[in-house]
């Protein structure tokens, strides 16, 4: 697309953008509190959406499209059935935790009741990154409209061909008062991350993260931060190696290792390096026996990101380290990158340093469980922590001395793909969390209210003060 002509669109979309947000905050306002029926209603409206046969052909192609080429079986089972079974279990659940939730009163203010009442905040944003461009858009779209919100969508600029159908789906479905996808430039993100509103959510890298809250905070803006870091596996001594490897790999190849919780780096025991490395390599060519034509092996979604990681593993070997490539198979499509180990790392490695996001992985050994332990702790908190350990006090010794966004024992990614777990990081790796009851309560004002009864007793500790007052305050600090 010339210049000229994306500025000119961007600058539509920048007024598009300011327009919906202003319709939907005073449409929020005139209606704050959607009933659980409406809520419903609206869930399901998105749950067919995804469940239609076309619509599904056409996101896999679209999505495909932005990528060069994109796994299908993916796309279907990281992006469309996640998001359908989060909008059942939405459904489900919203009556009964819109409900008013009492609270404890102390004894002094008895009779009176405390409760917390659960109110949608507004008008939500949710900036959406590339990599998973539809779970990562109608995850939390979901979660917001379960509390009862309006919601403005911006895609990636890195998906447009995802953008514009996501577009079309949502208005197809929604009024742009209740549902608003933006597409549009790195301009148009600045401007969305602006806006004032009741809530905002970014998946993202910590970099970008850093200026979306930059941003929001001028307006006070409470804001989520889904963000990446260098998520850690951690094989245990007496672990079997070969599942390990078997879902490691697994979890590094899918989408190409562009997963925000795709495991960064693998402490493997010293003495089983040389074992893990064949084990890899037999399970890359199991599962993807020709890798240049595999349908179930995705691109990388631009040459930049391809020059980027190339740029890590040139660093990485200019320094020692070495590049094992995990299959033999020249690859014509040069978005299309080996899964490749890289041995000998050491923390001035740009591959040690930086999230990767994409398929290459420093294997690390270590000498004693307490030094792997030692190593995730030397390092900024993950956003995901992998355990292969099937020793109790091992992985109790890992759950009490790390902290990281969550944590799955023996697999990988899976506890991103539960619906009645959070999603979120802390640190570095994020701010925050939604998906699940813990989405609800993230878009969700948890009001509390005291209700005071006819009787009082606070009426003995109001002025004129004498002895009465003393005696009761005497007796509320016992």
């Known amino acids: 697309m010339h210049p000229e002509t994306s500025l000119m669109n961007d600058e539509a979309e920048l007024a598009r953008m300011r327009s919906i947000f202003e319709r939907q905050r005073h449409v929020s306002r005139q209606e704050p509190f959607p009933i659980a029926?409406?809520?419903r209603e609206t869930l399901?409206?998105?749950r067919n959406l995804l469940a239609d046969k076309r619509v599904i052909e056409r996101v896999i192609e679209a999505i495909s499209q932005d990528f060069g080429y994109r796994s299908p079986d993916e796309t279907i089972s990281m992006e469309i059935v996640p998001n359908i079974s989060l909008a059942k279990y939405y459904e489900k659940n919203l009556g009964r935790w819109m409900k008013p939730r009492k609270r404890h009163v102390s004894i002094w203010f008895?009779?009176?009741r405390n409760y917390i009442v659960p109110q949608p905040l507004g008008v939500i944003g949710i900036i959406v990154p590339w990599n998973y461009p539809l779970f990562l858009a109608v995850g939390p779209m979901l979660a917001a409209l379960a509390a009862g919100n309006r919601v403005m969508l911006k895609t990636s600029e890195y998906a447009p061909t995802f953008g514009k159908l996501l577009k079309e789906l949502m208005a197809s479905i929604f009024s742009e008062d209740q549902v608003a996808v933006i597409n549009g430039g790195v301009t148009?993100?600045?401007s969305f991350s602006e806006l004032p509103w009741d809530h905002l959510l970014f998946?993202?890298?910590t970099s970008v993260g850093k200026h979306v809250m930059r941003a929001a905070a001028a307006n006070l803006v409470p804001v989520t931060l889904e963000l990446g870091g260098k998520s850690p596996a951690i094989i245990g001594p007496d672990y079997p190696l070969h599942r390990a490897v078997d879902r490691i790999m697994w979890g590094k190849c899918l989408n190409a290792g562009q997963t925000c919780v795709a495991p960064d780096y693998v402490l493997v025991p010293r003495q089983q390096v040389s074992a893990f490395i064949d084990a890899a390599r037999k399970v890359v060519a199991r599962n993807y026996p020709n890798l240049a034509s595999s349908p179930d092996f995705s691109n990388i979604i631009a040459e930049r990101h391809v020059e980027r990681l190339k740029s890590y593993m040139q660093d990485a070997v200019s320094k020692g380290a070495q590049a094992i490539p995990m299959a033999d198979a020249p690859l014509d499509d040069r978005r299309r990158m080996v899964p490749t180990l890289i041995s000998g790392v050491s923390d001035d490695m740009v591959v040690m340093q930086e999230e990767i996001f994409g398929p290459l992985l420093p294997v690390v050994p270590y000498d004693s469980f307490d030094d792997a332990i030692a190593f995730v702790n030397a390092r900024p908190r993950p956003l995901a922590l992998y355990c292969f350990e099937e020793n109790k006090a091992r992985i109790q010794q890992v759950m009490s001395q790390t902290v990281s966004g969550g944590v799955a024992i023996n697999d990988v990614l899976l506890h991103f793909g539960q619906d009645d777990l959070p999603m979120g990081g802390v640190g570095p790796?994020?701010?925050g969390s939604y998906h699940g009851k813990e989405g609800f309560v993230t878009?969700?004002?948890?009001?509390?209210?005291?209700a005071q009864s006819k009787f009082s007793l606070v009426r003995f500790v109001r002025p004129p003060y004498g002895q009465l007052f003393r005696t009761v305050s005497k007796l509320m600090m016992r």
């Open 37 to 39: 029926a409406e809520r």
């Open 44 to 46: 399901a409206k998105v």
């Open 110 to 112: 008895k009779p009176a």
């Open 188 to 190: 148009v993100a600045q």
């Open 203 to 205: 998946t993202g890298s």
């Open 429 to 431: 790796s994020g701010m």
């Open 443 to 450: 878009f969700s004002q948890m009001k509390p209210v005291f």
